[in-house]
Every structure is written in structure tokens, then in C-alpha cells.
């Protein structure tokens, strides 16, 4: 709230942020999943659903985060310590490397999408299909303000 009040979009977007983060790191530690933080499990998922179709590089991770590639570099280096990712070079470049899930990996996306489908349930129950869109809209007219388009799979 500013001085007169007004409550201020950003301001609670970061509250409900942290509010999320929370939540989900609860509801991982609960069930076994304490290891993962934060972006892990998303990223996790993104991997996950992104590699059936197409190889899944560093790059791809830090476009549809919109996260920096120092930030990526670290998360995808505390996935590989705890062993739910390698990487593997792609044939004729040496430099470029695929990020590929273990089956440790496969086997604990599951256990975070059923979370995380919990998750969305709880946080949304109350709102109407047609709430929901007009938030989402919003939220995409918030994201073309600061200059970001929306990711969508390709």
C-alpha cells in the first residue's frame, strides 16, 4: 500500500509469489520431496514435458523462467549434484548441451505433478472459469507492460 492506501499490483504479486513458494516447498517437504526448492520441481516438469518432443537446452530454461542465465546455471548445477539431471553433448557441437532427466528424475515428477495439480486445485477453488481468465488476461497485459511476451510451447 502507498501512502494513500492504494494497494499496488506488484507489491502483491511479490507477496503472493513468496506466498506460492511457501506453500509448495510445504507441500514437498510433506511428502518426501524436501530436496526439491523453489523453481526445481517447475523446472523439473518443463524438462520433463519439453523432452518427449525436442531437446531441452539451458537457453530454453531461462527464456520460459525469464530467469538469468547465472540463476539457470546454478539451479541446473544443484539438479546435477543430486543426480535428476545430466547433461549430454549434442552431436556435432561439442559446446552445446542437452539437459536430460534420470530416471530418479521421472520418477519424482510424478510425485510433484500430483502436488502440484493438488496445489492448483486449493489455490483456485472459488474462482470462476470466467475469473480466472480475466486474471489471466490481466496478468498477460501485466507481463507485455514490462516488455515480456508470454512463452508458448512450441
Known amino acids: 500500500m502507498d501512502e494513500n492506501g492504494d494497494r499496488k499490483i506488484g507489491f502483491e504479486l ?3 509469489n513468496n506466498l506460492i513458494r511457501r ?3 510445504q507441500r514437498f517437504a510433506e511428502n518426501g520431496l524436501e530436496d526439491l526448492s523453489g523453481m526445481q520441481g517447475p523446472v523439473i516438469g518443463f524438462i520433463y514435458e519439453r523432452c518427449e518432443k525436442q531437446d531441452v537446452f539451458q537457453k530454453d530454461i531461462e527464456k520460459w523462467f525469464h530467469i538469468r542465465r547465472s ?8 539438479l546435477e549434484q543430486k543426480a535428476l539431471i545430466v547433461r549430454e553433448a549434442v552431436p556435432g557441437d561439442k559446446r ?17 505433478r500430483v502436488q502440484i495439480d493438488i496445489f492448483h ?3 483456485e477453488k472459488g474462482i470462476s472459469a470466467k475469473e480466472k481468465e480475466q486474471f489471466l488476461d490481466v496478468l498477460d497485459r501485466i ?3 514490462l516488455g515480456c ?5 512450441e
Open 71 to 78: 540463476t539457470a546455471t546454478v539451479m541446473l548445477q544443484n
Open 121 to 123: 486445485t486449493d489455490l
Open 23 to 25: 506453500s509448495l516447498n
Open 143 to 145: 507481463r507485455a507492460n
Open 96 to 112: 552445446l548441451k542437452k539437459i536430460v532427466l534420470t530416471e530418479k528424475a521421472r520418477e519424482c515428477h510424478k510425485r510433484v
Open 14 to 16: 511479490g507477496m503472493i
Open 149 to 153: 511476451e508470454p512463452c508458448r510451447c
